[in-house]
């Protein structure tokens, strides 16, 4: 049976596990794969003399404290009233962060988390004339299933999907300037935080998506199983132990066996089925020695390492208990929910989760889907039963659960077990420039020959197209078209060359190229005030239109007919009306005998 492994002294800020420790057999949970964050845009660790002060309406109290801190000499002390009321602390004027491609996150310390009706970071562009507020505290916590463990160091990461407006036009992303901490009661005491950072946090290359199955119902077998297969996703499965072969409703040792082999991860949930329904209530001692029975169970049966926990009840009594969980585990998830997990994780054990229950609809969890990817978050979703009829409130229809399934897979979300988060983390997504320096990827027609001219290749009404696969969320901000001659340039200026329709009627603007040799020119999205932001997985199309012989109007038709042409028998290209009306063109020659190039790219 595992042993348990236990630290002495507390556990350091992110997560981290400390230094010394009572190892009765296993060592504590390291994993180099967990992100450790070293490239933080730091703004401010309360030294002496910060200047943060309490905004109007606050009733409690603010204190620099050199007794309770991690980071530096002091921390700020931040006392609610006790009443129902709320205290701020509020710096403005500090220079200019541009907050585009990072989360934001706090490091924090709470001594009764229970009362707390509101944790909150706000940020501005001003002096909160326009700003935008992220919210902390669940709206169902209690004091069995909370996010905050009293007394505990965690830097809480934010997304900034999980920031709404909270005045004005909101906050400007790139341009923040102003922050607040306002700490709300319940009315049921005094709360304190002690602040110690609030920094900026790189985000993931993109977002991801973790499938967890709690108790192991024959449903995530029957129901699920094939679905995911289908897909080529693999879930986190979590079983009650001692339910396996012992209950009908529940898995056989051989389907988890099958589960394993076909590459699903099979976590820690729970042992003893008795423990598993009171988790909140059995002491410390038990909830750990339970999760450790469970863990051997499942290595002695092949099915290891099983290393990740899945918190019965999202039961999260006290420090020790998390200490433990950490110590012994690479991962836990809890049932918190306000706000969505990161990558990093804003803790290891008690990772932040959305359910597939009655209480959230398919539309619900599609829009926790584009929230996630969108915003590069870490979305943790948490099964039970899944049924094809009546099902319980914590049941999922087999009819929902595959629509759910096709959405995601429709978005292009990327979907990891929580061992290949361990092990991989979330995979880069290659860039454009990425693609440019390997000389590969988005391609047009390429030619490279020999011309007497360029009435041969570039003649009037000459279309190349380039496909640009998009996932959902995907951003263009500048598309190039680049000319190679091979040393010699254009004796003219090249046509305007570019123009491309994206499927919803969305066309980016062209203009003139340079006739440098691979010169580029980026072509903004025209009547728009933000670039073109792809609202599905889809492949556009760049149509890169040649118009030589002048600018006269019938060789933009000629152009204009011939793209139309392709159209109707190339699905996704969209006729290119807008071209109409475009007879600034003019026609380019090049040296005899040179090889012409062409390569097309968007960033």
């Known amino acids: 049976m595992s042993q348990l492994t236990r630290r002495k002294s507390g556990p350091n800020a992110w997560g981290t596990v400390a230094d010394e420790s009572e190892s009765i057999g296993t060592p504590l949970i390291t994993r180099a794969a967990i992100p450790q964050v070293r490239d933080e845009q730091v703004v401010t660790i309360f030294p002496a003399g910060h200047g943060w002060t309490a905004a109007a309406g606050s009733t409690g109290s603010l204190a620099d404290d050199t007794d309770t801190f991690l980071l530096g000499d ?252 950490e110590d012994n585990f690479v991962f836990s998830r809890g049932i918190y929910a306000r706000v969505r997990e990161t990558w990093p994780v804003s803790r290891r054990g008690n990772l932040r989760t959305y359910t597939l229950s009655q209480a959230h609809n398919v539309a619900d969890v599609e829009a926790k889907i584009d929230e996630a990817l969108l915003n590069n978050e870490l979305l943790v979703l948490q099964a039970h039963n899944i049924v094809d009829a009546n099902p319980t409130s914590i049941d999922y229809t087999t009819a929902d659960f595959q629509t759910i399934m096709d959405y995601i897979a429709g978005s292009g979300g990327v979907v990891r077990t929580l061992r290949e988060l361990e092990i991989e983390g979330i995979p880069q997504r290659m860039s454009a420039a990425d693609i440019m320096s390997r000389g590969q990827g988005l391609k047009g027609q390429n030619y490279d020959r020999s011309l007497a001219s360029n009435a041969s290749v570039f003649v009037s009404g000459t279309i190349f197209y380039v496909a640009m696969p998009l996932r959902r969320g995907d951003v263009v901000s500048n598309i190039y078209l680049a000319i190679q001659t091979n040393g010699s340039a254009w004796t003219s200026t090249l046509a305007k060359a570019g123009v491309v329709s994206a499927p919803g009627g969305v066309v980016l603007s062209s203009s003139a190229n340079k006739t440098t040799d691979w010169d580029t020119a980026g072509l903004k999205t025209a009547a728009q005030a933000t670039p073109y932001r792809s609202p599905v997985n889809q492949t556009v199309w760049f149509a890169f239109i040649i118009v030589g012989s002048g600018t006269t109007a019938p060789a933009v038709a000629r152009a204009t007919a011939n793209a139309n042409a392709n159209a109707a028998v190339s699905p996704g290209i969209r006729p290119i009306a807008a071209l109409t009306g475009q007879t600034d063109l003019v026609n380019g020659t090049v040296s005899s005998g040179a090889g012409i190039g062409i390569w097309a790219g968007w960033s």
């Open 74 to 325: 002091q921390s700020l002390k931040i006392t609610t009233p006790g009443d129902g009321g709320f205290e701020t602390a509020r710096k403005t004027g500090l220079t200019a962060i541009n907050g585009v491609g990072w989360y934001l996150a706090m490091t924090l310390r709470i001594d009764r988390p229970w009362l707390l009706d509101e944790l909150r970071l706000d940020v501005s562009s001003d002096t909160f004339t326009n700003w935008s507020s992220a919210d902390t505290i669940s709206p169902t916590l209690n004091s069995t299933q909370p996010f905050y463990v009293e007394d505990e160091w965690i830097t809480v990461v934010l997304p900034w999907g999980a920031f709404a407006t909270g005045g004005g036009a909101g906050a400007t992303r790139s341009a923040i300037t102003a922050y607040q901490i306002r700490a709300g009661d319940n009315g049921g005491g005094v709360v304190n935080v002690w602040a110690n950072k609030v920094c900026f946090v790189p985000e993931p290359p993109q977002g991801a998506i973790v499938l967890t199955f709690d108790d192991g119902w024959i449903g995530q077998y029957e129901n699920a199983r094939p679905i995911l297969d289908g897909k080529g996703f693999r879930g986190v499965f979590a079983p009650i132990i001692d339910k396996v072969d012992e209950d009908t409703d529940f898995m056989t040792l051989d389907q988890l066996h099958k589960l394993a082999d076909g590459g699903h991860e099979i976590a820690v949930h729970a042992y003893d089925s008795s423990n598993h329904g009171n988790y909140a209530d059995i002491d410390d001692e038990d909830a750990i020695a339970d999760a450790l029975r469970a863990q051997a169970w499942t290595v002695q049966r092949g099915m290891g390492p099983a290393e990740n926990f899945i918190i019965p009840e999202g039961a999260l009594t006290s420090l020790q208990r998390l200490q433990d969980f």
